[in-house]
């Protein structure tokens, strides 16, 4: 298993970067999400849950397509909650495809700054791939291919402040 995390922090209160994580498809920084279906929502105690359905078609070795019938079209469920009053949203998104080979874990977390006008972002991520002999070179082959689009991340998220929100501060 090889893991990966990144903090980053917005110059800008929770709200507006919540608000912007809901809507961060599509935007320029990433043109590989192809389309996001909402499958579940519900609001319990004054916390959002909702589970997304992410489809996506990212560039991958061809060795692993032919490896283990990895594609680059891909589906992820996405489970968010947003807890208003404690000011905390949690993302976590598990890949749907090849699942008994290829299993990736992501985890984001936007908690607001102490002085309100930031929010933090810890965004933490495992992968693990089942193929005995090939384990720890595949796994470092994945965890570098999430690792170039997962940096676009926080760049992605500004455009759509900018873009959706006029940069509300």
Known sequence: MKCWSIEHVFNHPWHIVVGAAFKKYPNPENE?????????QRLRNGVLYS???IQSNFHIPVWASKLGGFSGHQYSLEST???????????????????????I????????????AQTRLKQETTISVNLPFLKDFCERSFLS?????????PEGLKWVIQHEFNGQK
């Open 32 to 40: 590989d999400i192809l389309g996001i279906d909402v499958i579940k």
């Open 51 to 53: 589970e997304r359905i």
């Open 81 to 103: 909650q947003v807890d208003p009053k404690n000011r905390v949203m949690t993302l976590v998104t598990r890949n749907l495809n090849c699942y008994h080979l290829l299993r």
């Open 105 to 116: 874990d992501e985890r984001l977390t936007y908690t607001s700054a102490a002085d309100s």
């Open 145 to 153: 291919i999430y690792t170039h689009y997962a940096q676009r991340g």
